[in-house]
């Protein structure tokens, strides 16, 4: 009962009671104690992971394994990503996983259809992968270990992906990565140092040779600078790593043999990689359990037929 001066305390159905000295008191402030030490001992990349969406725990598992074999990270591509999201949701829908979509588009057909600059009949291309295991963790593992799957995740050309989960259809969910190079877009990824900053550069190695006279070939110098208009920078031999003093923002620009020129994306010292903020999965009841073995290759397209 309450009176006046008297303090009640509510933690969830308890209720304390500090003019009578309760033992509660004494059981439960040990408890909520130890319930913040342990929320503050938490490490900060086991809380990053734990609030990361999906497709970031993906791209953060693909872009480790790329690393782990002297690859270059991915970028993300929104474009990439818009149609990666478009044919989940088509499979989810529609109950069906191909790669070939219900209405006979080929995965690099919706790249272009979602603004990725992929000329027809030329080096530059989208290659896709899917998986309907639960998780990130499982779903990476899986194209990992299989060695068509795996050849698709760590191929060097590579320098965009765009990723997308998307839960319900006939096993429960899917992931839909695509992979992609297409001309002029070289991004760059920088990594900090006690002195500044390392960068890496991509190159074009989809296409050596380039395309049009505006189409760069294979980078053979490059002008880097903290100056968005390059002011002061020198032409030098092209590397893919550079260690920089500074810590700022950083913007290249590449030239191959025959005086082609292409921006590399600016970048920053504290930049990272992940997988672009998409819309909230779309939810379709399962209508079955995730099969145990992922689904025969099928041979829908080229270069490498039929990956899961």
């Given amino acids: 009962m309450w009176y006046p001066g008297r303090r009640l305390v509510t933690i969830g159905d308890a209720v304390i009671d500090y003019a009578s000295g309760s033992l509660l008191i004494r059981h439960l402030l040990p408890l909520l104690t130890l319930s913040c030490v342990l929320t503050l001992g938490v490490p900060m990349a086991a809380l990053a992971a734990q ?15 790329r690393r782990a074999q002297g690859l270059n990270p991915l970028a993300n591509n929104p474009q990439l990503t818009a149609a990666a999201l478009a044919h989940a949701r088509d499979m989810v829908a529609q109950g069906y996983m191909e790669h070939e979509g219900r209405n006979g588009s080929t995965p690099q057909q919706r790249a272009v259809l979602h603004g990725y600059a992929v000329p027809p009949r030329s080096a530059w291309m989208v290659v896709e992968v899917i998986s309907a295991r639960p998780t990130a963790e499982a779903a990476a593992d899986w194209l990992l270990t299989d ?14 992906m765009g990723i997308a989960f998307v839960k319900g259809g006939p096993y429960g969910q899917f992931w839909t ?10 991004p760059l990824h920088t990594e900090p140092t006690a002195g500044g900053m390392t ?8 296409a ?21 208009d390059l002011t002061g920078a020198s032409w030098e031999p092209f590397s893919a790593t550079k260690s920089l003093p500074w810590s700022g923002n950083v913007f290249v620009k590449l030239r191959d043999s025959r005086g082609r020129e292409a921006l590399s994306a600016a970048g920053t010292g504290s930049a990272t990689v992940t997988a672009a903020t998409v819309d909230p999965p779309t939810e379709v009841p399962a209508s079955s359990t995730p099969p145990l073995v992922q689904p025969t290759p099928s041979g829908l397209f080229e270069p490498v037929p039929g990956v899961r």
């Fill in 51 to 65: 609030t990361a969406s999906p497709e970031e725990r993906m791209a953060g598992l693909v872009n480790q394994a």
């Fill in 147 to 160: 060695r068509v799957h795996r050849g698709v995740l760590l191929r060097p050309t590579w320098r965009e």
């Fill in 177 to 186: 990565i695509e992979f992609g190079c297409q001309p002029n877009v070289l």
């Fill in 199 to 206: 960068v890496r550069l991509t190159n074009e190695d989809c």
């Fill in 208 to 228: 050596p040779g380039g395309g049009t006279a505006e189409q760069i070939g294979r980078a053979t110098e490059m002008l880097i600078s903290d100056k968005k």
